[in-house]
């Protein structure tokens, strides 16, 4: 049994109602059980984390590494484009993260094309809606279980 953990971060609680044409009308809840359900199918556990304070996604990246996690599927919302700080943590673990994103960041503004992590992720699914979740957590059962 692996233990996998799902980090989400700003205002990816707001999923289901903020910018549906964007974001789609699937809720943060729905992906958590959805992917809870596909772990506890093969015998693995996942935790489920949002925040929307970045001290509180590096704590729980620290976290990981005493909580043994095999990887980290994290998609870290808008600090994609600003957290040095996220960037660190996951450095500092030695734990394998994918980067997800519900919306091809690189098709929509200038700002949100710059990501500080894809280059140390494992890899990056982007644009895929929020099958990109799944296709995420299939991958990490498949490599880092």
Do not use: W
Request: glycine content about 6%.
């Amino acid at each position: 049994m692996s233990n996998f953990l799902l980090l989400n971060g700003p205002n990816l609680n707001l999923l289901g109602t903020r910018e549906p044409e964007i974001y789609g009308n699937i809720s943060l809840i729905d992906i958590e059980n959805k992917l809870s359900e596909i772990c506890s199918k093969e015998n693995h556990s996942l935790e489920s984390y949002q925040s929307n304070a970045e001290h509180d996604l590096v704590n729980k990246i620290h976290e990981a590494k005493d909580t043994k996690v095999k990887c980290i599927i994290f998609n870290p919302g808008a600090f994609t484009h600003s957290s040095i700080a996220l960037r660190d943590a996951l450095s500092g673990i030695d734990i394998p993260f994918i980067e997800v994103h519900i919306s091809n960041i690189y098709s929509r503004e200038d700002f949100r094309k710059k990501s500080y992590l894809s280059d140390i992720a494992d890899g990056v699914i982007s644009g895929l809606g929020t099958e990109g979740y799944e296709l995420a957590l299939s991958v990490a059962l498949k490599r880092f279980s």
